[in-house]
T-cell receptor, first 114, second 113 residues
Framework: AQSVTQLGSHVSVSEGALVLLRCNYS??????LFWYVQYPNQGLQLLLK??????LVKGINGFEAEFKKSETSFHLTKPSAHMSDAAEYFC????????????FGSGTQLTVLP | EPEVTQTPSHQVTQMGQEVILRCVPI?????FYWYRQILGQKVEFLVS????????KSEIFDDQFSVERPDGSNFTLKIRSTKLEDSAMYFC???????????FGQGTRLTVV
């Protein structure tokens, strides 16, 4: 069984401030981990993914995430928020990387304040 | 850049009516999926489809639901007799191989009244 918990359904940051969106997972096997972003009226877009290898993963739009097995976490960060980062962010886990086994978190709505 | 497209973006239907949600996956992809997100809840897996048959389905995907790839480009989700609790955002996704990340469409918001 696998599950994902995203702490904070809403996060607000000022433009230029650090973005930190939290994700903790549980999985009975080594996980594949994903962050998706959903802009208003658009689909889910893959930001980044961790499968194996380097635990610090860089994605699009300056985002990165670090897989920490000891903490069962995969938090998403960006050093400096931009207004265009306002969106909903979903963390997801899969036991195999297969889309048919994706389990999503409940999402975090990011608001960027001017 | 190729993308998954879904139509319509929003559909309102009366309880008990049949509804068909349409998706055009990326053209060289072989695996197709439907997910749904009830308002305020998590995105949930419904069904996966490969080689013209269902390869996996969740407990949500009961006899009221069916999927079809009628013409080699479209991938449809049919709900036979809609219930109020079917109101949700439905996402279609596709992948070229089984263990690769999914490309999602923009979703169809279904409202059952």
């Amino acid at each position: 069984a696998q599950s994902v918990t995203q702490l904070g359904s809403h996060v607000s940051v000022s433009e230029g401030a650090l973005v930190l969106l939290r994700c903790n997972y549980s999985s009975s096997v080594p996980p594949y981990l994903f962050w998706y972003v959903q802009y208003p009226n658009q689909g889910l877009q893959l930001l980044l993914k961790y499968t194996t290898g380097a635990t610090l993963v860089k994605g699009i739009n300056g985002f990165e995430a670090e897989f920490k097995k000891s903490e069962t976490s995969f938090h998403l960060t960006k050093p400096s928020a931009h207004m265009s980062d306002a969106a909903e962010y979903f963390c997801a886990v899969s036991s195999s990387g297969s889309a048919r086994q994706l389990t999503f978190g409940s999402g975090t709505q990011l608001t960027v304040l001017p | 850049e190729p993308e998954v497209t879904q139509t319509p973006s929003h559909q309102v239907t009366q309880m008990g009516q049949e509804v068909i949600l349409r998706c055009v996956p990326i053209s060289n992809h072989l695996y197709f999926y439907w997910y749904r997100q009830i308002l305020g809840q998590k995105v949930e897996f419904l069904v996966s489809f490969y080689n013209n048959e269902i390869s996996e389905k969740s407990e949500i995907f009961d006899d009221q639901f069916s999927v079809e790839r009628p013409d080699g480009s479209n991938f449809t989700l049919k709900i036979r007799s809609t219930k109020l609790e079917d109101s949700a955002m439905y996402f279609c996704a596709s992948t070229p191989l089984v263990n690769t990340e999914a490309f999602f469409g923009q979703g169809t918001r279904l409202t059952v009244v």
